[in-house]
């Protein structure tokens, strides 16, 4: 096999309580890339459509993940990109996680899968360093792992799975603004009172078994954000009536998906996923604000290899 198509899923980071250690996958949101094994030794990104990002390899999170992975390996040979952008960077599904780990779960097919997709995670974070300064996982493990996903720790690497609850959908509304996600770290505070990080983890682990028991009552209870949500949400247009009429309409919980400006609401059945759909729309309707809406399932796979 010489060439591989895939579909980079787009992500959800933090689900509320999980700050830089949750995520989970999307169905049906993502990116499409080529990867391509080349006599030319090295990473050349020969084409980007669909987004103004650069091309040299150094420069791109796609190429400096394939980079870090090819550090690791001796080759005889390289490897071409093509992306082809349908997240748009900045909108908080995950953009620079689906290039980055797409360019490594590529580049490692092709050399006949000597890492497993536990490892590449590692070298696809090095795309998110580039990308917003911190090399965080939330993104990347679920593009490369698909499900729900927790980062126990990054030093050393661990992170586990879990597969989602099967009736679970999530809805994700992008407001058209861009929030860069260094911009909305730099806003955070680097200490919190122990009472809100006794809250933070009693509803992270709580998820963490509404998730495993596919308690939704319990998945909702849970899905409160009281360190970073307070301090972002004031950079999304209307927030705060977004996550209002999404629980109204059923939603498990609504909070703000990665760096944001996304929201997102988690739902139990499609039906609810979509009524929730409309009810964003009508928010940001009546504000005069442009929108994208996804309604998806959650992905248990991650990434996925495409017939060529
Ligand atoms: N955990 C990261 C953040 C995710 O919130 O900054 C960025 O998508």
């Known amino acids: ?5 895939l579909f980079c899923t787009a992500t959800i980071a933090n689900i509320s309580c999980g700050f830089d250690v949750l995520g989970l996958a999307l169905d049906n949101v993502g990116d499409e890339m080529v990867v391509r094994k080349v006599a030319k030794k090295g990473v050349t990104i020969t084409k980007i459509v669909g987004q103004d990002l650069p091309l040299e390899t150094h420069k791109n999170v796609a ?13 005889e040979f390289g490897f071409e990109i093509e992306i082809y952008k349908n997240i748009k960077p900045g909108s908080g599904i995950g953009s ?4 980055s780990a797409g360019a ?8 006949g899968k000597p890492f497993s997709n536990h ?5 696809a974070m090095q795309g998110e360093r580039l990308a917003s300064g911190v090399a965080h996982a939330d993104n990347v493990a679920p593009a490369l792992l698909g499900g729900f996903t927790l ?7 661990e992170v586990i799975k ?16 861009e929030v860069k996600t260094s911009d909305a770290r730099e806003i955070l505070k680097n200490t919190i009172p122990l009472k809100t990080a006794i809250a933070q983890w009693g509803n992270l682990g709580a998820l963490i078994s509404g998730l495993y028991t596919e308690d939704y009552e319990l998945i909702g209870r849970s899905l409160e954000d009281k360190i970073v949500e307070p301090i972002r949400s004031i950079l999304i247009p209307a ?12 939603a498990l919980g609504a909070g703000i998906s990665g760096s944001g400006p996304s929201i997102f609401a988690l739902s139990k059945g499609i039906e609810t996923a979509q009524k929730v759909g409309e009810a964003m729309k009508n928010v940001y309707q009546k504000v005069g604000i442009d929108y994208d809406v996804h309604i998806s399932k959650i992905n248990n796979e991650g990434i996925k290899i495409m017939d060529n």
């Open 151 to 157: 980062v126990r720790s990054t030093d050393p690497l």
């Open 63 to 75: 190429g400096v993940a394939a980079l870090a992975l090819l550090s690791k390996v001796d080759t």
């Open 104 to 111: 490594v779960y590529g580049i490692n097919e092709l050399l």
């Open 239 to 250: 927030f705060d009536a977004v996550k209002e009429v999404s629980i109204e309409a059923g």
């Open 96 to 99: 620079s996680a689906a290039s």
């Open 162 to 177: 879990i597969a989602p609850p099967s009736e679970m959908y999530a809805t994700v509304i992008h407001p058209q603004i």
């Open 119 to 123: 490892d590449l995670i590692e070298f």
């Open 1 to 5: 096999m010489n060439e591989i198509k």
